[in-house]
């Protein structure tokens, strides 16, 4: 089975890997020291209740204003891991995913027996996918052109006018959006949360990428959506604090019987005692968000206008990475000429309403960056 990840650095030589999307400041050293000083204790089996981890995690939220009762927390081996243990526990009939997704939501889905229902986040009068066929019309403009923009909003109003059948469904929301790097207004999210409960339906939100939203646009479900026991928020630490291969995620469940339906259905000891100590260590952090927040956004501006100068159309994004897509006509392929300069991109060919003209790259540190342009200059006059 071909892989469909970005992270690739073992089938080809890589100097820096743009596909993956991590904090470019780096591995917190209290986060390594945490990691390392578990090693003394690793002649022990993990505590599968998590007794310390949640106090750590419900005080980390409580210093966002965001009360979350200890108990309310699962953790897992990554996000992935979780979203893969919440679809076999609840076993909806149908999930509800926006498109262009992470594809491990409707992989999750499918495997846990449920229907799928991709529904376009492009906007509105243009191309919905790859090709550029463009809804109700001939889509030749559109597909000269593909998708204006994408949005959030654009979902939501396409949802409230689908007809959907009666069943246990999930609505899954990714905030911000993989690929697009879209986050969800408070309104936004609210209009979700309201109309998950009006049509009786659960609400699964990754938030793995919030961490990197500036202040002012971060509001996450647990905070904005309210009172409501069916949404389950799934996130993690290891792109925050730049760790994918420690693979230590988390989630929270309000209800009860959901998070006993989880649990009854999961491996033991799903999270080791170093990836307990260093995501314990994460939450006492102070300003993680904003620190690395900050970071992002002047470089995610130099990268956009970087790629805009070479003739790419750049998608406005709030996390900490960028959608493009290159000219309809242009016959280069841009992962191949960068992977032969020694640079990942990641490929969007594989994301539902995308094609072979869209890309994305990670925000890395300023050198990086500027390497990363110099290449796509190189390669565009080539």
């Given at each position: 089975m071909a892989?469909?990840?970005?992270?690739?650095?073992?089938?080809?030589?890589?100097?820096?890997?743009?596909?993956?999307?991590?904090?470019?400041?780096?591995?917190?050293d209290e986060v390594r020291s945490a990691y390392l000083t578990a090693i003394d204790d690793l002649g022990r089996y993990p505590d599968e209740e998590g007794r310390s981890l949640r106090k750590a995690a419900s005080a980390f939220?409580?210093?966002?204003?965001?009360p979350v009762p200890p108990e309310c927390f699962l953790f897992g081996s990554g996000?992935?891991?979780?979203?893969?243990?919440?679809?076999?526990?609840?076993r909806p009939e149908r999930v509800i995913l926006p498109a262009p997704t992470f594809s491990e939501y409707g992989k999750a889905a499918?495997?846990?027996?449920?229907?799928?229902?991709?529904?376009?986040?492009?906007?509105?009068?243009?191309?919905?996918?790859?090709?550029?066929?463009?809804?109700?019309?001939?889509g030749k403009a559109a597909a000269e052109t593909g998708p204006s923009g994408f949005s959030h909003r654009a979902f939501l109003n396409r949802l409230r006018?689908?007809?959907?059948?009666?069943?246990?469904?999930?609505?899954?929301?990714?905030?911000?959006?993989?690929?697009?790097?879209?986050?969800?207004?408070?309104?936004?999210?609210?209009?979700?949360?309201?109309?998950?409960?009006?049509?009786?339906?659960?609400?699964?939100?990754?938030e793995c990428f919030l961490w990197f939203v500036e202040r002012e646009r971060r509001a996450g479900f647990l905070g904005a959506a309210g009172e409501f026991p069916g949404l389950i928020a799934v996130n993690a630490v290891t792109k925050a604090c730049a760790v994918p291969g420690l693979r230590a995620g988390f989630a929270v469940a309000a209800d009860p019987g959901i998070r006993e339906s989880i649990r009854s259905c999961r491996q033991p000891w799903s999270l080791s005692i170093p990836a307990e100590r260093a995501m314990a260590a994460a939450f006492a952090l102070e300003g993680l968000s904003?620190?690395?927040?900050?970071?992002?956004?002047?470089?995610?501006?130099?990268?956009?206008?970087?790629?805009?100068?070479?003739?790419?159309?750049?998608?406005?994004?709030?996390?900490?990475?960028?959608?493009?897509?290159?000219?309809?006509g242009d016959p280069r392929d841009y992962r191949e000429l960068l992977l032969g300069r020694g640079i990942l991109i990641?490929?969007?060919?594989?994301?539902?309403?995308?094609?072979?003209?869209?890309?994305?790259?990670?925000?890395?540190?300023?050198?990086?960056?500027?390497?990363?342009?110099?290449?796509?200059?190189?390669?565009?006059?080539?």
């Open positions: 892989y469909e990840h970005g992270g690739d650095i073992y089938t080809n030589p890589v100097q820096m890997d743009f596909s993956v999307n991590l904090s470019p400041l780096g591995i917190p939220f409580a210093r966002a204003g965001i996000a992935a891991e979780l979203i893969y243990d919440i679809f076999r526990a609840v499918r495997a846990a027996g449920a229907e799928v229902l991709e529904i376009s986040m492009a906007e509105p009068g243009t191309s919905e996918n790859g090709s550029g066929e463009a809804p109700g019309g001939s006018g689908q007809r959907i059948p009666g069943g246990r469904t999930v609505l899954v929301f990714c905030h911000p959006s993989n690929p697009t790097g879209l986050a969800m207004t408070r309104e936004e999210i609210r209009e979700a949360a309201a109309l998950a409960r009006e049509r009786n339906w659960l609400l699964l939100a990754d904003d620190r690395i927040a900050d970071a992002c956004a002047g470089e995610r501006e130099v990268l956009r206008a970087g790629l805009t100068a070479c003739g790419f159309t750049v998608f406005p994004s709030d996390a900490n990475f960028l959608l493009f897509r290159k000219a309809a990641r490929s969007c060919a594989n994301f539902s309403g995308l094609g072979e003209r869209y890309y994305r790259i990670a925000v890395k540190t300023g050198e990086e960056n500027l390497r990363l342009l110099a290449a796509f200059r190189e390669a565009v006059e080539s």
